[in-house]
């Protein structure tokens, strides 16, 4: 069953109004892409725009993709997937779990394969041995990486050129949104710097990453931020998570969004920025993440 692709949606941009924030004379605005929608949520709307939209040019049915059990991208995937009328199936990494991300994933259609961690680090070969004689399988790379997704990112500064920044942040996993941010600032040549906070240890990798979905970039990345891993916490992060939540009505959760939001504040209280400088934070959704640390807090 073919269906119109369409991606219209509502992301607004609203201040955040904390008092660390004005004791240091900065504005902080919020790019509220977890409001797109409650599954395909956030920057995973955007990266799955385009790739959709190449799939179906090329007559594909069956979206083939990758993830961790928790992963958002997986949930976004299947959601995607029985709205625009294809099947899917993920492989995912490790040993056999259920948790409510996959049972999810499941309730929209998903097949999901459980591979063993060696296996999996080769996806193009997984692809090709389960899939290669599929003439309608379509290959997604873990996270929504690629090209197509840049695109889809790089659309967020299209939306964003009513203000003027001096400084927007996003947190990382595959790199990509941070990508298309830089291909939109490139677009549109804004001055505006760019800031990464990496969710997983040894972060530096992502300079690679980006620069090969977008040559030049102009990023820096705060490696410090990652809590020992990716979906790893420390009490100090689920404590301040709690208070941000409870100050400002915004749900973050510990694997990405609460990252984020930590590595501003520390920023924030090290001076890191000029007085009256105007910072947007790109809130990237992912929300039902919190549902595998809900135990933690």
Not at 13 to 28: F, G, M, N, S
Not at 29 to 52: A, E, Q, V
Not at 125 to 132: D, E, K, P, T, V
Not at 185 to 190: A, D, S, T, V
Request: aromatic share 12%.
């Amino acid at each position: 069953m073919s269906i119109m692709l369409s991606f219209d949606f509502f992301s607004p941009i609203e201040p955040i109004h904390l008092a660390h924030y004005a004791d240091k004379q900065l504005t902080v605005h919020l790019k509220r892409d977890d409001c797109i929608h409650p599954f395909i949520s956030g920057n995973k709307w955007r990266k799955l725009k385009y790739t959709l939209m190449d799939a179906q040019k090329k007559q594909k049915t069956h979206l083939v993709t990758f993830g961790g059990p928790w992963s958002n991208h997986l949930l976004a995937t299947a959601c995607a997937a029985a709205k625009f009328g294809f099947k899917s199936t993920a492989y995912v990494r490790g040993e056999a779990v259920n948790n409510p991300n996959l049972q999810l994933c499941k309730l929209f259609g998903m097949s999901c394969i459980f591979i063993n961690r060696m296996a999996y680090r080769d996806k193009p070969h997984l692809f090709q041995a389960y899939h290669g004689s599929d003439t309608q399988a379509y290959f997604i790379d873990e996270g929504g990486f690629g090209p197509e997704a840049v695109k889809g990112c790089a659309e967020i500064i299209d939306e964003i050129l009513q203000e003027t920044y001096d400084h927007i942040f996003c947190a990382c996993g595959t790199g990509t949104t941070i990508a298309g941010l830089s291909l939109g600032l490139k677009k549109h040549r804004l001055p505006t710097q760019l800031h990464g906070v990496p969710v997983l240890a040894g972060g530096d990798f992502l300079h690679a990453e980006i620069a090969q979905l977008a040559p030049q970039a102009r990023v820096i990345l705060h490696t410090e931020f990652h809590f020992g891993g990716y979906a790893k916490t420390k009490p100090e992060l689920l404590t301040f998570i709690q208070h941000f939540v409870a100050q400002t009505g915004i749900l973050i959760e510990p694997v990405y969004t609460g990252k984020l939001f930590y590595a501003l504040h520390q920023l924030i209280t090290q001076q890191y920025f000029e007085p009256n400088s105007k910072i947007l934070v790109l809130h990237t959704g992912g929300l039902t993440g919190i549902l595998g640390k809900l135990d933690e807090f």
